[in-house]
């Protein structure tokens, strides 16, 4: 009994000893995994690769990404979703009091908040013009076109359109947010570059990102600008020392008249023409004789053949 007790107790110590064995060795095994933590030079171009794939598909998911549908009854708050339409008027203006109106416009644009963006005079002995581009404020664009006719004006030409920009807007947004998000991406990549070769490559993504965004940026604010202040392109002009339309419209002697000197214009053109290509006229003349001489030889000889 002694000695079977004795064998029992052996075996578990045994037992014990080898169950400490094993869990002392996966404890050795992950303090070595924890402190090769340390990643190669040459492993770079295998993270700047995995890197790109991981932002492109999340800049196609920013650039994909459409305004969720409103579910009924709860509105969407997004500012960028905002009407933004591009309204452009063109008018031409006959007026009889040309220094009047010339400073009320100016007067009327201060009140309306618009300022004029270019502005063009000419005068001649016949009539004086001004050519004027107008930046209006959109909310005012319709009382400012009001209030340009009156009395004494004869409005002779006026058009109106409109171009809703609002998806171009989002869109281009859009782009310029995922172009953010792979320049970041890119710049956290620089840092980790060892080498000069990966520094210039990294840095060469970084730069034309960087034109993109730069590009995109002024496509947006041009539009958001052009959205805000409508334009409106203004002719008017005044007839001076008694003429009229019907005297400035060449009248119809005058146009035979101007026909025959067009048609004149384009003999002479003709004319100078073949003389500036003579050297060319002088070998295709050459080229007809001798050919006619070749031709008038074998004729010759067939005949007395």
Not at 9 to 27: A, D, H, W, Y
Not at 163 to 170: A, F, P, Y
Not at 175 to 182: F, I, S
Not at 266 to 290: D, H, Q
Request: aromatic residues 6%.
């Amino acid at each position: 009994m002694l000695i079977a007790a004795f064998i029992a107790v052996l075996v578990m110590s045994c037992s014990r000893g080898k169950q400490s064995e094993e869990l002392k060795t996966p404890i050795a095994a992950n303090d070595v995994a924890l402190k090769s933590k340390d990643v190669p030079s040459k492993q770079f171009a295998s993270s700047q690769m995995g890197m790109v794939s991981d932002v492109a598909a999340d800049s196609t998911a920013v650039a994909n990404t459409d305004q969720p549908a409103p579910q009924s009854g709860i509105p969407v708050n997004n500012p960028d979703w905002d009407k933004k339409i591009i309204k452009t008027a063109n008018l031409t203006l006959e007026l009889k009091d040309y220094d009047t109106y010339n400073k009320g416009i100016h007067a009327k644009m201060r009140r309306y908040g618009a300022y004029i963006a270019q502005e063009t005079q000419n005068q001649t002995s016949d009539q004086i013009t001004n050519d004027i581009v107008i930046k209006v404020p959109v909310d005012k664009f319709d009382d400012v076109i009001t209030s340009l006719s009156g009395e004494g004006i004869t409005v002779v030409q006026k058009s109106i359109t409109s171009e809703d920009v609002t998806g171009e807007v989002v869109d281009t947004k859009a782009r310029l947010e995922a172009k953010k998000q792979v320049r970041d991406r890119y710049l956290d990549l620089l840092k980790q570059a060892k080498n000069m070769k990966d520094i210039l490559d990294v840095q060469e993504q970084i730069n034309g990102i960087q034109e993109d965004i730069e590009s995109a940026t002024g496509r947006v604010d041009y539009l958001v600008h052009s959205a805000a202040y409508s334009t409106i392109n203004i002719k008017y002009y005044q007839f001076l020392n008694g003429v009229t339309a019907k005297d400035i419209e060449p009248a119809f002697l005058s146009k035979i008249g101007d026909a025959f000197k067009t048609g004149g214009e384009i003999i002479t053109n003709i004319v100078l023409f073949l003389i500036s290509i003579w050297p060319l006229c002088v070998a295709g003349v050459v080229l007809v004789v001798y050919f006619k001489r070749v031709g008038r030889k074998k004729k010759a000889v067939v005949a007395e053949g």
